[in-house]
């Protein structure tokens, strides 16, 4: 069965940095894409970076560019999301999520994952 796993959220100051960490097993896959989404109760998911399984090409919304970085290790089971110059309005429960039939002009839709984690929180204080 196939499961993603996240990990590394925490409390920071504004201006801080943290690193999270999603395994994913029980699949491998070279196509589609490996994503980051957040949400705050209340609020619609909220695509914030992803990466391509093949080529490894990354994409990110605007809110995000320029501070975090997506990248994968060489067996392509983990995903990472390096955040830096943390802002208060990056409070969110983060999931990382699987789309094995992921395209690029659905890549920052949640619906065109397959699978999801169970969330980490990110609390960056004011």
């Known amino acids: 069965q196939v499961q993603l796993v996240e990990s590394g959220g925490g409390l920071v100051q504004t201006g801080g940095s943290l690193t999270l960490s999603c395994v994913l097993s029980?699949?491998?896959?070279?196509?589609?894409?490996m994503g980051w989404f957040r949400q705050n109760p209340g609020d619609k998911r909220e695509f914030v970076a992803a990466?391509?399984?093949?080529?490894?090409?990354?994409y990110y919304a605007d809110s995000v560019k320029g501070r975090f970085t997506v990248a994968t290790n060489k067996a392509r089971n983990t995903v990472y999301l390096q955040m830096n110059s943390l802002k208060p309005e990056d409070t969110a429960v983060y999931y990382c999520?699987?789309?094995?039939?992921?395209?690029?002009?659905?890549?920052?839709?949640?619906?065109?994952?397959?699978?999801w984690g169970q969330g980490t929180q990110v609390t960056v204080s004011s």
């Open positions: 999520a699987a789309g094995f039939t992921t395209i690029l002009s659905t890549i920052r839709i949640p619906s065109a994952y397959n699978y």
């Open positions: 029980g699949r491998t896959f070279s196509s589609g894409a």
């Open positions: 990466i391509r399984r093949s080529g490894d090409y990354t």
